[in-house]
């Protein structure tokens, strides 16, 4: 009976969009449009405080409490599994082994633009996109520094994670933003000592799997990782991209 209530809310909010709605189980409720997400829920449910992220093209839920969002699409993009309160932080002026310099929203050095935020790396839509400027702003001629050695780091909620791979999407537009050298360490520690360079190992120094230029809004290659440890919160950062411009951009970091 918890259910009701928070299905009625849903389909009212989001009548523009979804097609139609239904139970498949007394734990799952799925949306069917041209997205669809299945949420878990429990007997509980109307705890589970969520809300609806409309535009165009998209369909999202954002719930409070730790739920797993599922999102399956058309052939414009891939199915992800994702954490919908995980903890993601951009950051700029950061290479492997030195402290975090956290990033902010806007056009500014250091700065990314309010819509293409470091969630959007891991949000598994890859109509979206993370655009970091780096030591450059918006309004900066293109050159061959800007963008580098920006990237996020997130801390997984669901416990430690052993990633033995990864593999990037591009944007839409842009090739140049591509990155093309990347990091990835791996922490097992938490909340402020993240900040610092000496609680994160190396465990990924190289090729970003988008050479050759796949194509935009395209997966590149897999690349392997030869890891054995679990971490809880891992960095991502870029050291190279294609080519001279004024910031560095992708779709989705997929850790595998």
């Not at 449910?45 to 058309?74: F, K, P, Y």
């Not at 061959?144 to 033995?164: M, R, S």
Request: net charge negative.
């Amino acid at each position: 009976m918890y259910l009701w209530p928070f299905l009625i809310i849903l389909a009212f909010v989001s009548s523009k969009y979804v097609e139609s709605v239904r139970v498949g189980s007394m734990q799952d409720v799925i949306f069917s449009s041209s997205y669809a997400i299945v949420v878990p829920m429990n007997e509980t449910c109307i705890e589970c405080i969520c809300s609806m992220i409309l535009s165009d093209n998209t369909i999202g839920v954002s719930c409070l409490q730790n739920r797993t969002l599922m999102t399956t699409a058309d052939s414009s993009v891939t199915t992800s599994s994702i954490s919908v309160n995980e903890h993601i932080y951009g950051v700029y002026n950061t290479t492997a082994g030195s402290d975090s310099l956290l990033a902010t929203t806007g056009v500014d050095i250091g700065q990314y633009p309010a819509k293409e935020k470091p969630l959007n790396a891991i949000d598994g839509i890859i109509s979206t996109k993370y655009l970091s400027f780096g030591v450059c702003k918006e309004s900066t001629s293109p050159n061959a520094e800007c963008g580098l050695n920006t990237g996020f780091y997130q801390e997984l909620q669901n416990g430690a994670l052993l990633v033995t791979g990864f593999q990037i999407c591009t944007a839409e537009d842009f090739p140049e933003r591509d990155p093309l050298i990347v990091t990835l360490e791996g922490s097992n520690l938490s909340d402020t000592l993240l900040m610092n360079g000496s609680s994160w190992n190396v465990i990924y120094t190289g090729d970003s799997g988008l050479q050759p230029d796949p194509g935009r809004n395209t997966y590149g290659v897999i690349k392997s990782i030869n890891n054995s440890i679990s971490y809880k919160n891992y960095r991502f950062l870029v050291t190279n991209k294609r080519s001279i411009s004024n910031s560095v951009q992708y779709s989705e970091v997929k850790l595998l």
